[in-house]
């Protein structure tokens, strides 16, 4: 396992917040960038937990009963549903919104890159 989980999330091209999570001091940092979305990340909580963004992550995933889940998770080259695998392969695009997830080691990723709804896809 990591022993940091760090990540952007975006609207768009904009970054709305930065996470890190630190495995060994069990402590999660926050920066928020002025938009509404830690409202639903901290799910009525004081603070964000790293449980609020492993829920958050499976938001941001097919539903574990969908019909055709082992399919789709097979087409994403896993053998298993776990929320932050699959959120490192989809980047947690859904096609209802245009928020989604860029992970430290893909910098140069834009919403362009990830947008379904793109016409070249």
């Avoid at 053998?79 to 699959?86: A, D, G, K, T």
Wanted: net charge negative.
């Amino acid at each position: 396992m990591e022993d940091k989980l760090e990540f952007e999330i975006l609207n768009g091209d904009n970054v709305i917040a930065h996470v890190l999570f630190d495995y060994e001091k069990q402590r999660l940092y926050v920066e928020n960038y002025g938009e509404t979305f830690m409202d639903s990340l901290i799910l009525g909580r004081d603070e964000p937990t790293i449980e609020s963004i492993h829920s958050w992550f499976e938001e941001r995933c097919f539903p574990r009963t969908r019909v055709d889940c082992d399919f789709l998770l097979e087409s994403l080259g896993l053998s298993e549903y776990i929320p932050y695998n699959i959120v490192k392969k989809t980047n947690g695009v859904l096609i209802d919104d245009k928020y989604w997830v860029r992970f430290c080691d893909t910098p140069d990723l834009t919403w362009a890159d990830v947008d379904p709804r793109r016409h070249d896809a």
